[in-house]
């Protein structure tokens, strides 16, 4: 029911997006479910799937009490339930939604610890990686207290299953279900000769496990954590986990998986 419903927007800013979501707003003032932009229970997200992880770190403190939807009018739609034509479609399964039916997808919990101590935490829905600027990577890396190598090359990818789909992907990492509640390290361009070695593979760690990176004194460190993009000067190490925290999406639409990965990256095989 509609009963205290509240919804907020964000939106890629496309001339289409816009005009979705002045037909979306119209149609939910008549329903009387109130936009909220400060304490929403549903954030519509309108662009493509860049336009959703942005409405997810934007409420990245409400994820305990907040579901997503996406209405797709951007290049990608893996997160996107909706196309721009189905305002009508979306209005009515806000309307009769139910919280219970939401679907779960697992964040990573990215820590970056600063040579002074100081620690830094964002949570990620695809990914998180690290690399240096000017020269090549090195970092001794643990998987939970075990050293399990020293790698050397451009840099290191730590993915989520549904972030499996996306960078890792192209780094040749594993598409996982979601349902796996793992996460993935791929490397990205290592070095592997006679002097240094690495598994030169992905690997999937479980959720009781973490991946810690000792990393080398340096003045030229870059994190992404999706789409956002922070530099240090004095970062010391870095360590990835599954806390159990999840992003909740609106369950009435959300088709499988499977066919997700199949319309994605296969089209119709018919």
């Not at 598409?175 to 593979?201: D, W």
């Amino acid at each position: 029911m509609t009963d205290g419903k509240r919804v907020a927007f964000v939106s890629s800013g496309s001339a289409e997006s816009v005009d979705v979501e002045k037909k979306i707003r119209k149609k939910l003032k008549v329903k009387r479910i109130e936009v909220d932009s400060k304490a929403p229970d549903i954030v519509i997200s309108i662009g493509g799937d860049g336009t959703l992880l942005e409405a997810v770190h934007t409420y990245g403190r409400r994820l305990d009490t907040t579901r997503f939807v996406g209405v797709h009018t951007g290049h990608l739609g893996f997160y996107t339930d909706y196309l721009c034509s189905e305002v009508e479609e979306l209005v009515e399964a806000i309307v009769n939604e139910d919280p219970k039916n939401s679907i779960a997808y697992p964040v990573l919990k990215m820590k970056a610890i600063m040579a002074d101590g100081q620690i830094f935490e964002k949570y990620a829905l695809n990914e998180a990686t690290v690399r240096r600027l000017s020269r090549t990577l090195v970092a001794d890396v643990f998987i939970s207290n075990f050293l399990f190598e020293r790698f050397r090359g451009d840099g290191l990818s730590i993915s989520t299953p549904t972030g499996s789909t996306a960078y890792n992907k192209s780094i040749g990492g594993a598409v996982l279900h979601p349902g796996l509640k793992v996460m993935q390290m791929a490397e990205i361009a290592s070095l592997n000769n006679r002097v240094y070695r690495t598994l030169g593979a992905p690997i999937v760690v479980t959720e009781d496990e973490n991946i810690i990176l000792n990393l080398d004194k340096a003045l030229d460190y870059s994190l992404t954590v999706d789409r956002l993009e922070y530099k240090f000067t004095n970062l010391a190490g870095l360590e990835y986990s599954l806390d159990g925290t999840v992003v909740h999406f609106l369950g009435e639409r959300h088709s499988s998986f499977w066919k997700r990965v199949q319309e994605s990256f296969i089209g119709d095989v018919n």
